[in-house]
C-alpha cells in the first residue's frame, strides 16, 4: 500500500489511538510501517508527531514536530489545532513546544485560546 500524506497523517493518529488505548504493540506496528516506507513515499513528520505523542514519548514527538516546522510540512497548514487539541496537552509547558509554536506564529493564539 502507498502512503500519501494525508493517509500517513490518518495512520500517525491510528497509531496515537492504539497507543492511548494501551495496545502499544499495534501503535508500534503503524509506526514501523510508517518509518519503512518514509524514504520511498511523501510521509511528512506530523504523522510521527502524533504517533509518538500516543506512545507517550514527548521526545520524539517535539523532534519530529520541529522537522515539521524545519522542512515546512503541509500537514501543519491544518494544525492551529496545536494550540488547543488535547492530544498535545503533554507537550504544553515545554520550551521547545513554545518555540516550536512561535515559528509558526501561533503562539499568540494558543496564549489566548489557554484564557478561554
Not at 28 to 34: D, E, N, P, V
Not at 42 to 57: K, S
Amino acid at each position: 500500500m502507498r502512503l500519501d500524506s494525508e493517509l500517513a497523517l490518518r495512520e500517525g493518529f491510528l497509531a496515537y489511538v492504539y497507543g492511548m488505548a494501551g495496545e502499544e504493540a499495534k501503535a508500534r506496528a503503524i509506526l514501523s510501517k510508517l518509518q519503512q516506507q518514509r524514504s520511498s513515499r511523501n510521509i511528512g513528520p506530523v504523522a510521527f508527531a502524533v504517533a509518538y505523542l500516543g506512545l507517550r514519548d514527548s521526545e520524539r514527538a517535539l523532534a519530529s514536530l520541529e522537522e515539521a516546522v524545519d522542512k515546512r510540512d503541509i500537514s501543519l497548514m491544518t494544525f492551529a489545532a496545536l494550540t488547543i487539541d488535547p492530544t498535545f496537552d503533554p507537550l504544553r509547558g515545554d520550551p521547545r513546544f513554545e518555540r516550536i509554536l512561535r515559528r509558526m506564529n501561533l503562539w499568540d493564539y494558543a496564549v489566548a485560546a489557554q484564557r478561554r
